[in-house]
């Protein structure tokens, strides 16, 4: 969903990261389990989400 967004807003860019070959950003954001979806370094997410929490979840976060 992340990426859908991204592609249809210029607000929204969008990130994924494997884990086992970038360990020091899991370790910074504290990936234990994936999918972790984290906003802005400020709000994050474990498990997948449905479509309606995660537009509310981007409507909510603070920009930058």
Do not use: Y
């Not at 370790?27 to 389990?33: D, K």
């Amino acid at each position: 969903m992340a990426h859908q967004a991204a592609v249809e807003s210029r607000q929204v860019d969008a990130e994924v990261v494997e884990i086992t070959e970038f360990p020091d950003i899991a370790r910074r954001h504290g990936v234990t389990s994936v999918p972790k979806l984290v906003i802005n370094d400020s709000v994050e997410f474990l498990g997948s989400l449905t479509e309606e929490r995660f537009i509310t979840a981007l409507t909510l976060v603070p920009r930058q």
